[in-house]
């Protein structure tokens, strides 16, 4: 114990010196921070591959950076994320296992009665602000998302979209609603089924995220044919925006973790700090960007609202279009 804290002890007095030196020299990289718990679980409702199961995996590899535990993704299927709130709601709130958050929860929580829903979790962090995007198969004739539109009046079409409470599958009606079609939507679990049947010219278009789709886009396998973004993707400044388009609709997904209710605030604080650290990571910038996630972080005590105020916009569509009373 001694040669440790003296080991310590000359490792911050060495970073000190090299700080002066106006930063010459790198200074020691800060421990994790210390955690009550050895094993972490990260929920989501996503199938292996999916958004969400993407972006939590992809997260875990840079939070054990921060954070002095072992971080375990589990996929909790079924029930467009209704079987994923009742596995948190039913946790024990120390800090152990946490869901990750999207507009799904939301659109599970307004659209049907599940056993547990987002009012029995408790948002504890934003990560970031995610890009909806529509592609179709690189062999397809569509070239635009007009000649999509085109294809759906003269003969209707088949649109792919995540699980009915999805925010892909609300960007698809809005869409619909907003070009005057009928389009059939097509509704999946995960993003890799989908794929399957825009790859097969079952689908004509899915509507997912670039995390999901960067393998075919590398292998140019896939065409993107526009954003749902308010502005065009940094990445792809070539894809127009759905407004762009001539369509006025615009979406994007918030990306988070929530907590069974009744967290302890010392430990929703150690997220907070391990999560802005995580998005200042300079490795993990990187990659996020490589997928167009926009870092927009939200503490614990601002996320609520956030959620909150999610719900209301929601609502008020759902209302206003009788899906809801």
Do not use: C
């Not at 998302?145 to 892909?168: C, F, Y």
């Not at 167009?292 to 209302?319: C, M, Q, R």
Request: aromatic share 8%.
């Amino acid at each position: 114990m001694f040669n440790t804290l003296r080991t310590s002890a000359r490792a911050l007095a060495t970073a000190a010196i090299l700080g002066g030196l106006g930063g010459l020299v790198g200074t020691a990289k800060a421990e994790p921070l210390a955690y009550p718990h050895e094993v972490v679980t990260l929920v989501t409702h996503s199938s292996p591959g999916g958004g969400s199961d993407v972006f939590l995996r992809q997260l875990t590899r840079y939070l054990e950076k921060q954070i002095a535990a072992t971080f375990i993704v589990e996929n909790v299927q079924g029930g467009s994320g209704a079987k994923a709130m009742a596995r948190l709601a039913s946790a024990p709130a120390d800090g152990t296992v946490f869901y990750a958050t999207t507009p799904t929860y939301i659109y599970t929580s307004l659209l049907s009665s599940p056993e547990a829903t987002y009012k029995d979790l408790q948002p504890v962090v934003n990560f970031f602000t995610d890009s909806e995007v529509i592609y179709t198969a690189a062999s397809s004739p569509y070239q635009t998302l007009a000649d999509v539109i085109a294809k759906a009046k003269a003969d209707r079409g088949k649109w792919g979209a995540a699980n009915p409470a999805s925010l892909e599958r609300q960007a698809a009606e809005q869409l619909k609603t907003a070009a005057g079609v009928e389009a059939a939507i097509v509704s999946h679990e995960g993003g890799g089924d989908m794929m399957i049947n825009v790859l097969n010219g079952t689908l004509d278009i899915g509507i997912g995220e670039i995390a999901e789709l960067r393998a075919q886009l590398e292998g140019k396998q896939i065409r993107l044919l526009a954003t749902f973004n308010p502005e065009r993707l940094p990445g792809f400044p070539d894809i127009p925006t759905v407004r762009e388009s001539g369509f006025d609709v615009s979406v994007q997904k918030f990306r988070g973790l929530a907590a069974p209710k009744g967290l302890p605030d010392d430990i929703a604080a150690i997220w907070d700090k391990a999560a802005e650290a995580t998005l200042a990571d300079p490795d993990y910038k990187k990659a996020y960007e490589t997928e167009s996630l926009v870092a927009n972080f939200i503490d614990h005590t601002a996320y609520p609202a956030f959620v909150d105020g999610f719900v209301e916009k929601t609502s008020s569509f759902l209302k206003s279009t009788g899906v809801i009373q």
